[in-house]
């Protein structure tokens, strides 16, 4: 039972738009940065997203993230079969003094 | 650039102590903006963030494993390592080895190393 929420699997067509959610609490989301980890088969998972919404140079602008209360929210807009993967979203739990995860979201684009 | 490679046995016998260790090159692991953290991944599931350690010694665990778990650090060598005591099959994972911007995000993965907790 992982502490952050995802919907296990989404999916979307080529050229359209995907949101994958993740939902946390006072302690973890909605206190401290979220970040979004892309992992495609069998490769370790690549950041994509930190501080909510920046991302790290050489990441496409085509995935852009949110965060709203204790909910945070990851956008990939102008699909493309490469971007078949599974995402992650984690934070910092101040309660906890741990990191923490979603337990993952696996995009398939039709 | 900076890499990281972890390294260690890939089969550990229940009850045994599972140890690994993480080598950082491009770059010294006595930088102050970072931390250096395990994450594990069990087939077929998710991320779990084990722990994490300042080139200092300062560490953090998941409290879950807090009772089984050490990180340390070694910085002539560039290294840090992770020990796992009494493992157990759902020990069972690829383990990888980061680096941390603070103690969250991690921006650096090594490729990972499957470890199996098996007679």
């Known amino acids: 039972q992982s502490v952050l929420t995802q919907p296990p699997s989404v999916s979307a067509a080529p050229g359209q738009k995907v949101t994958i959610a993740c939902s946390g609490t006072?302690?973890?989301?909605?206190?401290?940065?979220v970040s979004w980890y892309q992992q495609l088969p069998g490769t370790a998972p690549k950041l994509l997203i930190y501080?909510?919404?920046k991302r790290p140079s050489g990441i496409p602008d085509r995935f852009s993230g949110s965060k709203s209360g204790t909910s945070a929210t990851l956008d990939i807009t102008g699909l493309q079969t490469g971007d078949e993967a599974d995402y992650y979203c984690?934070?910092?739990?101040?309660?906890?003094?741990?990191?923490?995860f979603g337990g993952g979201t696996k995009l398939t684009v039709l | 650039q900076l890499q990281m490679q972890e390294s260690g046995p890939g089969l550990v016998r229940p009850s045994e102590t599972l140890s690994l260790t993480c080598s950082v090159s491009?770059?010294?692991?006595?930088?102050?903006?970072?931390?250096w953290g395990w994450i594990r991944q069990p087939p077929g599931k998710g991320l779990e963030w084990i722990g994490s350690?300042?080139?200092?010694?300062?560490?953090y665990y998941n409290p879950s494993l807090k009772s089984r778990v050490t990180i340390s650090v070694d910085t002539s060598k560039n290294q840090f390592s992770l020990r796992l005591t009494s493992g157990i099959a759902t020990d069972t994972a690829v383990y990888y080895c980061?680096?941390?911007?603070?103690?969250?995000?991690?921006?650096?993965w090594g490729q990972g190393t499957l470890v199996s907790v098996s007679s």
């Open positions: 350690v300042y080139y200092t010694g300062i560490t």
């Open positions: 980061a680096r941390s911007m603070g103690v969250a995000p991690f921006d650096i």
């Open positions: 491009g770059g010294s692991i006595s930088s102050g903006a970072y931390y």
């Open positions: 984690g934070a910092w739990d101040t309660s906890l003094s741990a990191g923490v």
């Open positions: 501080d909510n919404n």
């Open positions: 006072s302690s973890n989301v909605g206190k401290n940065y």
